[in-house]
């Protein structure tokens, strides 16, 4: 935890970008307590995309355009290396708990090596090395489209040599690079036949975080005195272009989050980067009246330490599901996430609902988050 001296410097910081952040946390923390959620809204098994399959990609999106944000401003290299660091270690540490939970033991030959937290490692240094070469907003566009490409046709050639031309769990790039690189160390222990965050699926959520940068980078260069019209115009080549990029794309890959495929990135990537750049327009070219600061307040507390809301919950959900009052490894019989979404269920008369456990998540983790916003303190990376 870090301590950061207040500013009152106007521009220091986009307030959008941090509303918009804290409004995906809101939906990430309710997702989370959510333990009861139906199929149709889990991940897709394969083909498809379903709810909350949309949700860590939004934050991909976003990440992207304050990583474009901060190497604008010229982020130390030390910074960005620590970063990777720190992130690629926790990732690391994080697997070995969900093993442990899982199985009450951590083994090496088998501990996962990708993850959630080492992809936003991976998304870093490839932004990182690409700052260096950028010097308008549309660059990181092209950079997606380059990548989008790679990824295109590596997965249309894998899809070729497949029964039937169609990318499969048992047939896909995935498992084939995947499972080359990482073995059993691979989600599921590369049992499913693909990783979500490998190698492979690393390339569209590359093209996620890129879209989400080249939004980031027009934030900044409007703050820098770019004209609100020839902003606007911008925003309108960006929509244009992700929509084409989607569609186009669209017609040799199905989108979908399993493999995170080009015209899935360009499509979440394109949607969060429009909001935001909206955003941007509503909210950080004026001083905002009182009511309107105090409904923003929870937001941006929450967009400032989005590492350890969005981390934490993930944390406590995996704890809540993998202990119980019974104890035992796997849990023996109720698990606390069954127990505290039956309590608070009947403490506003609503028994077996689940949207009252999501309530108490939600106004939880906001206060905590306003408590250490009020106090300067911020995990990062």
Same mark, same amino acid.
């Given at each position: 935890?870090?301590?950061?001296?207040?500013?009152?410097?106007?521009?220091?910081? !986009?307030?959008?970008?941090?509303?918009?952040?804290?409004?995906? !946390?809101? +939906?990430?923390?309710?997702?989370?307590?959510?333990?009861?959620?139906?199929?149709?809204?889990?991940?897709?098994?394969? #083909?498809?995309?379903?709810? +909350?399959?949309?949700?860590?990609?939004?934050?991909?999106?976003?990440?992207?355009?304050?990583?474009?944000?901060?190497?604008?401003?010229?982020?130390?290299?030390?910074?960005? /290396?620590?970063? #990777?660091?720190?992130?690629?270690?926790?990732?690391?540490?994080?697997?070995?708990?969900?093993?442990?939970?899982?199985?009450?033991?951590?083994? +090496?030959?088998?501990?996962?090596?990708?993850?959630?937290?080492?992809?936003?490692?991976?998304?870093?240094?490839?932004?990182?090395?690409?700052?260096?070469?950028?010097?308008?907003?549309?660059?990181?566009?092209?950079?997606?489209?380059?990548?989008?490409?790679?990824?295109?046709?590596?997965?249309? /050639?894998?899809?070729?040599?497949?029964?039937?031309?169609?990318?499969?769990?048992?047939?896909?790039?995935?498992?084939?690079?995947?499972?080359?690189?990482?073995?059993?160390?691979?989600?599921?222990?590369?049992?499913?036949?693909?990783?979500?965050?490998?190698?492979?699926?690393?390339?569209?959520?590359?093209?996620?975080?890129?879209?989400?940068?080249?939004?980031?980078?027009?934030?900044?260069?409007?703050?820098?005195?770019?004209?609100?019209?020839?902003?606007?115009?911008?925003?309108?080549?960006?929509?244009?272009?992700?929509?084409?990029?989607?569609?186009?794309?669209?017609?040799?890959?199905?989108?979908?989050?399993?493999?995170?495929?080009?015209?899935?990135?360009?499509?979440?990537?394109?949607?969060?980067?429009?909001?935001?750049?909206?955003?941007?327009?509503?909210?950080?070219?004026?001083?905002?009246?009182?009511?309107?600061?105090? /409904?923003?307040?929870? !937001?941006?507390?929450?967009?400032?330490?989005?590492?350890?809301?969005?981390?934490?919950?993930?944390? +406590?959900?995996?704890?809540?599901?993998?202990?119980?009052?019974?104890?035992?490894?796997?849990?023996?019989?109720?698990?606390?996430?069954?127990?505290?979404?039956?309590?608070?269920?009947?403490?506003?008369?609503?028994?077996?609902?689940?949207?009252?456990?999501?309530?108490?998540?939600?106004?939880?983790?906001?206060?905590?988050?306003?408590?250490?916003?009020?106090?300067?303190?911020? !995990?990062?990376?």
């Amino acid at each position: 935890m870090t301590e950061t001296p207040r500013t009152t410097r106007a521009g220091a910081r !986009l307030d959008s970008l941090d509303v918009c952040r804290g409004v995906l !946390l809101v +939906v990430s923390v309710s997702v989370n307590a959510w333990f009861t959620a139906p199929e149709w809204f889990e991940h897709a098994p394969w #083909i498809g995309v379903h709810p +909350v399959d949309l949700v860590f990609p939004s934050f991909v999106a976003a990440s992207g355009a304050g990583m474009a944000i901060a190497f604008a401003r010229r982020m130390p290299v030390a910074r960005q /290396v620590r970063r #990777i660091v720190v992130l690629t270690l926790a990732g690391l540490a994080y697997n070995a708990a969900a093993q442990g939970l899982s199985t009450g033991g951590v083994d +090496v030959t088998t501990w996962r090596v990708t993850g959630v937290l080492q992809l936003y490692a991976v998304l870093v240094l490839a932004l990182g090395l690409g700052a260096g070469i950028v010097r308008r907003w549309w660059h990181w566009l092209a950079a997606a489209g380059m990548v989008s490409v790679l990824q295109t046709a590596v997965l249309v /050639v894998g899809a070729h040599s497949c029964p039937g031309g169609a990318l499969t769990t048992a047939c896909n790039p995935s498992g084939v690079v995947d499972a080359a690189v990482f073995g059993a160390h691979m989600y599921a222990g590369g049992r499913l036949g693909h990783d979500p965050e490998g190698l492979v699926a690393a390339a569209g959520a590359l093209v996620t975080a890129l879209v989400g940068a080249a939004a980031g980078r027009l934030m900044w260069e409007h703050r820098r005195g770019r004209t609100t019209a020839a902003f606007g115009r911008s925003v309108l080549l960006l929509a244009a272009a992700t929509l084409v990029a989607t569609r186009a794309s669209g017609l040799l890959v199905d989108p979908f989050k399993r493999l995170w495929t080009a015209p899935f990135g360009w499509g979440v990537g394109g949607v969060v980067a429009v909001a935001l750049l909206l955003a941007h327009l509503a909210l950080d070219a004026r001083s905002p009246a009182l009511a309107e600061r105090a /409904v923003r307040y929870p !937001l941006v507390a929450l967009g400032r330490n989005s590492l350890l809301v969005y981390f934490g919950s993930h944390l +406590v959900t995996m704890v809540a599901t993998h202990t119980g009052p019974a104890g035992g490894v796997p849990v023996d019989g109720a698990s606390w996430a069954q127990v505290w979404q039956a309590d608070t269920g009947r403490l506003v008369g609503a028994p077996g609902a689940a949207w009252p456990l999501c309530v108490v998540a939600v106004l939880a983790w906001t206060t905590l988050a306003v408590v250490l916003h009020r106090r300067g303190w911020y !995990l990062r990376a």
